[in-house]
């Protein structure tokens, strides 16, 4: 059986797909995670995106899928394209992919995965086959990837991760299921960022990084991640 999973040599050697990155306004962005000073919740949420921007730098086509002119622009000065679109978030990827084309095939990151890599990203997002990662939760979804041209309804949202399956079973025969892992868990609340802090895989800066995240959204510390 061939191994569906490209080295991360081969990733980049490929075209790099179209890979969108959901990211919402740094002013209201990330709710459950409580009350959270204007100037630390704008720190926290465009460090999460930044990670994932940079992690997918020279392995994709990015392009953030925004609400607002200010993300757009910020996007743009980290050398991605942009889409700036009022519409729900599953519409709007749709609407990304038909503005951008779906060539080659494409994916979603959500632009709050807390530890991205670029080895993580360029294997998920490389995949020859679709792929869904689920949250820690095994509820939403991190990532999606579909290596074809052909454009699924994405299913973000409450449960989006059976939905997302169950989406893509409509149209290939095979999908690909990727376990939550410390590269790969986005975040949504503290809790998420508490069992990040107990992994005991993390290395001494990744540590330091999710002790900072918590620290911003537990006491408003104000400190350069």
């Not at 720190?43 to 086509?61: D, F, H, K, S, W």
């Not at 939550?180 to 990040?196: C, P, R, V």
């Not at 895989?201 to 350069?224: C, F, P, V, W, Y």
Request: charged share 25%; net charge neutral; hydrophobic share 40%.
């Amino acid at each position: 059986m061939p191994n569906d999973r490209l080295s991360i040599d081969t990733a980049f050697a490929t075209d790099k797909r179209l890979i969108l990155i959901p990211v919402r306004s740094f002013e209201v962005g990330k709710s459950r995670l409580g009350e959270i000073s204007a100037t630390n919740r704008r720190r926290l949420l465009a460090n999460l995106a930044e990670g994932v921007i940079t992690g997918l730098e020279e392995i994709a086509r990015r392009v953030v899928v925004t609400t607002t002119d200010e993300v757009a622009k910020w996007g743009q000065n980290l050398g991605c394209l942009t889409i700036v679109t009022s519409s729900p978030l599953n519409q709007a990827l749709r609407e990304a992919l038909e503005e951008f084309g779906a060539s080659g095939g494409y994916g979603v990151v959500m632009g709050d995965i807390a530890l991205a890599s670029r080895p993580s990203l360029a294997q998920a997002v490389s995949s020859r086959t679709p792929l869904v990662t689920c949250d820690r939760l095994r509820a939403g979804t991190s990532i999606v990837t579909i290596p074809s041209e052909k454009v699924i309804d994405f299913k973000f949202g409450e449960d989006s991760f059976k939905s997302h399956i169950k989406e893509i079973m409509r149209h290939f025969s095979f999908t690909k299921v990727s376990q939550a892992n410390k590269n790969t868990i986005d975040i949504d609340s503290i809790e998420d960022l508490l069992a990040l802090q107990k992994d005991s895989n993390l290395s001494q800066a990744e540590r330091k990084r999710i002790e900072t995240m918590i620290e911003l959204t537990t006491n408003g510390a104000k400190i350069d991640l």
